[in-house]
């Protein structure tokens, strides 16, 4: 159950970890073409498509929710503490992505 939560919050950070990227270089004062080519530059050939990236997050955003939602049985508070603001996180990042597909 612990490997559960553990896979759950490095699916989590993985996302955080993508929309921080973003966040950092759409600030640059740049135009949107060049914030989005610069972004995308990041990533390796194959996931250099804005959709794929953000269907990715979606994926491993549900995943976390999932395996988080299974290991909030762990015993002590800090699990399942945890479990749920992770698990409201997820759903906040989720509703965000999706709102950027529209």
Do not use: H
Request: charged residues 10%; aromatic residues 14%.
């Amino acid at each position: 159950m612990k490997a559960l939560f553990y896979t759950g919050l490095l699916c989590c950070f993985l996302v955080v970890a993508n929309v921080t990227l973003w966040i950092k270089t759409a600030t640059q004062d740049l135009p949107f073409e060049q914030v989005k080519a610069r972004y995308l530059g990041y990533f390796p050939a194959f996931l250099q498509n804005a959709l794929i990236l953000t269907l990715l997050n979606i994926g491993l955003c549900g995943i976390s929710v999932w395996l988080l939602s299974r290991s909030r049985r762990l015993p002590g508070f800090g699990y399942r503490g945890t479990s749920i603001t992770i698990i409201g996180l997820d759903i906040l990042l989720i509703s965000w992505l999706v709102f950027t597909l529209m």
